[in-house]
């Protein structure tokens, strides 16, 4: 597509959804109450990753009732793949990717609106995320969250904690959850094989391929942005900061920072550094948490290539 090309509907909205029968209707709440949704808003593509439970008839129910929903089932599971059906079904010049527990606040589209229109340059940006649970958590499920909240795709632990007037971006890379993105250079992404990572499979949890799809746009000379008054909450379960979850958290951390590094390509090495420092973090505390002890956690870029080709090449 050219980005020249003027479209009055700037965004497809992209839903991922699987095994989401008791959080997709507040999703797709969330979305149809945005505000000057029909201006903006081309389609809402939910793409039905092969869910096992209800999901697809509650999807179906919205799209008999309302005209930009679109149901799409992908029966190859990963996050990759339904991304990838997702963009293949988009006209339009921006993308944004959704998940199904992203609870977005009703001013959010315009507000990605407002942040185009000022930043021509960006390909890639997303705003504030905020942990979103309906049980209280005791004070060790606070100190998990508050080590785990990137890797949780959450930006902020409350809304009193964002800066409204920074809009540097909280992290080295935008993530999946909320992400608005150029349609163009994801069809050139496209055209030259797509991602390596196929992100969340199931019940597993890979990771990476946002990542990976947002140092592409870079390479192609896109800047990446952050509005933080694009709020989204995220639902969350408590048993996500238990520590047989972490443990598998920072497993599948590692296994994608060791595929990308496999790559051999050292801009994408650049992702697998900061996933490596994330795993490592994750195991100190919980270990440390276990033994009562506490690892201060210093690791600079050149002891994590060190540690990264210790990990994987010995």
Known sequence: MNDNVKNSKLFTLIIFAYNAQDRIREVIESVLKQEYLDSYVEDIL??????????????????QKHKLIRYIFEGKQGLS?????????????????????????????????????????????????????TEKLTDL?????????????????????INFENYNHPYDLPFGAGLVIKKSPLDNLINAGWLSLE??????????EDSEMCLFIKNEGYSYGYNPKMIINHKISKKRLEESYLKRLAGGISNSCYELYEKDEPKIKVIAFTFLKLSIRYLQYI????????????????????????????
């Not at 010049?93 to 998940?99: E, K, L, S, T, Y």
């Not at 499920?141 to 632990?157: Q, V």
């Not at 600079?300 to 990990?311: F, G």
Request: proline fraction near 2%; aromatic fraction near 12%.
């Open 287 to 314: 270990f440390s948490y276990k033994y009562k002890k506490r690892f201060k956690y210093s690791l600079s870029v050149e002891r994590q290539r060190s540690k990264l080709k210790y990990v994987f090449k010995s």
């Open 141 to 161: 499920e606070k100190d998990r969250l508050e080590i785990a909240l990137e890797s949780l795709a959450c930006t902020h632990l409350s809304r009193e904690s």
């Open 199 to 208: 992100g969340r499979k199931g019940d597993s949890l890979s990771s990476g």
């Open 81 to 133: 793949n339904a991304r990838l059906t997702g963009i293949k079904n988009t006209s339009t010049p921006w993308v944004v990717f959704i998940d199904d527990d992203n609870i977005l606040e009703t001013n959010w589209i315009s507000e990605a609106y407002k942040f185009i229109t000022k930043n021509q340059d960006v390909g890639a940006f997303n705003g504030s995320v905020i942990p979103e649970f």
């Open 46 to 63: 939910i793409i039905d990753n092969n869910s096992l439970d209800d999901t697809a008839e509650i999807i179906k129910f919205y799209q």
